[in-house]
């Protein structure tokens, strides 16, 4: 079994997979100060809940872009797992060549989710990953990481909004009725959705305009089917991305 971790900056997601099959994922959130032992008691209660052993993991996979985890991670799969981890960064197979001025630039999240959707939907394709930040990538119809964009993420947005504005009260992020909010909470939701609607839609137009021709366009991350609904740009949504490309790159690293 193949025990994936991708560690976000707000968020980590974690999945079990035996040979192709998910069998289970978590989603936690990312905690800079945890220390190996907090997180491996964390693991161990995650895997009993759900009947699963520890030692059943062969390999283990992360992609970090917290780096102050990476180390707590690592001792954890080690003490823990007894399995030496593979981490996601330079000097890993991928498969994929890095078209951009510095490819150490690229986080390690966005080059796990290119190498899945470009597995499982062919190229040209753009992933739209709903996060901490909204990153857009740019994947060529023969599995070249051309590039992107990063924009601030929605909850980003909403805190920024929330802080400078003392008058405005915290919503709940949902989907409101009508884009023309008639009170103050409406409001803020119909801005606040359809603003990264309208913000991911015109990106994307962007970026196919550049590139010249169609590309497939997958959302992915927690927000991401909140924002997919409206979107007109967006064809598919599939939330477990980047835990497959993880899946994909253990496997050509093994």
């Not at 035996?18 to 990312?30: F, G, H, P």
């Not at 008691?41 to 895997?47: A, G, P, Q, R, V």
């Not at 990153?135 to 599995?143: D, M, P």
């Not at 980003?156 to 992020?173: G, H, N, Q, R, T």
Request: charge should be negative; hydrophobic fraction near 45%; glycine fraction near 8%.
């Amino acid at each position: 079994m193949i025990l994936a971790i991708d560690v976000g900056n707000t968020n980590t997601v974690l999945g079990v997979f035996a040979d192709e099959d998910l069998l289970v994922d978590w989603r936690i959130s990312t905690d800079r100060y945890k220390t190996a032992d907090e997180y491996g008691m964390l693991f161990f209660d995650l895997f009993n809940y759900n009947d699963l052993k520890a030692d059943d993991i062969e390999r283990i996979i992360i992609s970090c872009v917290v780096p102050s985890v990476v180390n707590a991670l690592e001792e954890v799969a080690i003490k823990y797992f007894g399995v030496e981890p593979l981490i996601v960064g330079p000097g890993i197979k991928t498969a994929m060549d890095i078209k951009i001025e510095n490819p150490k630039e690229v986080g390690a999240d966005r080059i796990v989710n290119a190498v899945a959707a470009y597995n499982l939907y062919g190229g040209p394709v753009i992933v739209v990953d709903f996060g901490t930040a909204t990153t857009f990538c740019l994947i060529s119809e023969q599995g070249n990481y051309l590039g992107g964009a990063i924009a601030p993420g929605i909850d980003i947005s909403m805190d920024a909004l929330f802080s400078y504005a003392d008058k405005l009260p915290k919503v709940e992020l949902e989907k409101p009725e009508s884009v023309i909010g008639k009170n103050t909470l409406d409001s803020l939701k119909a801005g606040i959705i359809y603003g990264a609607v309208g913000q991911v839609d015109g990106v994307v137009r962007e970026i196919k305009a550049d590139l010249d021709q169609e590309a497939e366009v997958i959302a992915t991350g927690g927000l991401a089917d909140l924002v997919s609904d409206e979107s007109e740009e967006i064809d598919r949504t599939n939330s477990l991305l980047t835990l497959q490309g993880l899946r994909m790159i253990s496997e050509l690293n093994s």
